[in-house]
């Protein structure tokens, strides 16, 4: 297995600079002859926006993760951490970084900076698809009270049950049903379904399809802004 390096490419890492952060890298590999023992991973964003992040993970050893960086201090990383096998500590984030995910138990953001968002076998590989999986082992019905009995409620201000939408889904009248899957955010500044789209889309899909085969409905549409265009 290779090392993996990390680098977060949503919106908010590109917008720092992320794209020649990886381009960077990629060319320092090929000049030291690394590309069969390193393997860039372009990742959604992770949460931490305000600048971009690396992560170097070998199979076997501790994660090392870097912050605040720019294309000039990626030769030095390549140099001293590939090639030397010594992290250049002056790159590494810091306790405040690691402080702010001690905390944290991410369920529905936990594959955002982690996968590669347009590969469904990273996705299949964390668990991916078996949720739909399982549902479609299921009748219908009894996915539904799966989700009513779990209290699942919708992140709007309302905070509607969603086990309530699936039941009035299944019950209304109806040749053709559709799944509409709202990716717009009303709230300024808010940016949690971009967020999701961008980072880890097959959950997005996974929870389309399940929620089709709980309603009855075989056709979806997804709802995006045009001011989310990676998304």
Request: glycine share 12%; hydrophobic share 40%.
């Amino acid at each position: 297995m290779t090392t993996k390096i990390l680098i977060c490419m949503g919106t908010s890492g590109i917008s720092a600079g992320a794209e020649e952060v990886a381009d960077r890298f990629q060319a320092e590999m090929e000049k030291h002859h690394l590309q069969e023992k390193y393997t860039i991973v372009r990742t959604g964003d992770r949460g931490l926006f305000r600048d971009v992040l690396i992560d170097i993970i070998p199979p076997d050893g501790d994660r090392v993760t870097y912050e605040y960086i720019q294309p000039e201090n990626v030769a030095e990383i390549v140099a001293g951490h590939l090639v030397d096998g010594s992290p250049v500590k002056k790159f590494m984030a810091g306790d405040d970084y690691k402080q702010f995910f001690e905390g944290q138990m991410r369920i529905v953001l936990a594959n955002c900076g982690e996968i590669d968002p347009e590969s469904i076998d990273e996705y299949i590989a964390r668990g991916g698809y078996e949720a739909l999986k399982k549902a479609l082992e299921m009748a219908p019905e009894k996915v539904v009270k799966e989700v009513l009995d779990s209290g699942l409620r919708g992140r709007g201000g309302g905070g509607f049950p969603t086990g309530r939408k699936w039941q009035f889904c299944m019950d209304a009248r109806g040749d053709e049903k559709y799944v509409v899957c709202n990716a717009d955010e009303g709230d300024p500044g808010a940016f949690m379904d971009r967020s999701v789209l961008e980072g880890d889309p097959h959950a997005v899909l996974e929870g389309m399809a399940v929620a089709g085969y709980a309603i009855g409905a075989d056709k979806a549409v997804i709802y995006c802004r045009a001011e989310y265009p990676l998304a």
